[in-house]
């Protein structure tokens, strides 16, 4: 396992000495909250999910080109909840199956016509953190922007997180017979759940599923995971995990606390 940062180390370790003091305006429970594609994971498993579906013969009303312009126009949250609500119709067992086929693969992408997708793996350094934090006591949390199913499995498989630990955009469900057993199946629709957990919906699901306390560390590596960050307090940790060809200086005046700012540097690139 990847050893941390050791400058990210020290930061972690003074402010749990702040925490053994009782600083009066430090929340009065450990808790960390990160964002997991880019993130925790090199890569997002949405993306790799959704490929995978299109990749399999899935008869999905969105494509990978309508998904892609929809990025490239900067319309990210129009574009994370299309690939959600253009699952309407699968059953729970078939996205949780593609999702594990996805983590299970074993490959290094998924090829589509025009697109190479890549299959995500963790982030070592940030798999290390995680234990790391833990054994300090603190208690981990996952909020994406990926479906639910998806974000949970892959927070299991990879991360050994249980499901109450990780949250992501969940679509409404119906239940219907299976025509062969007769036996009642959640299948998802395109209506979704409040709050779609992108950017200030993270804030809310943080406060409704998590806790009234802010977290005293967070990660992310989109600007739509600033609202996130920004519930750290001034005396906390936020970490950006930096991408290739990107800016992270840009993060900083998002920041209603830029003083709390770890700069982690891209992960490194997969060997061939």
Known sequence: MDKIP???????????????????????????????DNTLLIGDIGDAVFAWLLKE????????????????????RQAYERVVTAMAGLTIDALNKATLQVLRCGQTDIELAGARVPVPRPNPIMQAFLKFIADLGYRVYVISATNIQSVRLACRELFGLPETHAFGIRSILAFVSDPVSGNKQAVLTDKLEEPVTIGEGKVEAFKRFISSHPPLIAAGDSLSDVPMLNMVPPLGLTIWVCRPGTDPQSVLPQLTHPQTLFLLPPAPSRKK
Do not use: C, N
């Not at 972690?12 to 053994?20: N, P």
């Not at 990978?64 to 319309?75: C, I, Q, S, T, V």
């Open 57 to 76: 013969g899935h008869k999905l009303p969105f494509s990978w080109k309508e998904y892609d312009g929809l990025l490239a126009a900067g319309r990210k």
């Open 6 to 36: 050791a400058e990210l180390e020290h930061r972690v370790m003074a402010l749990e000495e702040q925490v053994d003091r009782r600083e009066t305006d430090l929340p009065a429970e450990k808790i960390a909250v990160f964002d997991l």
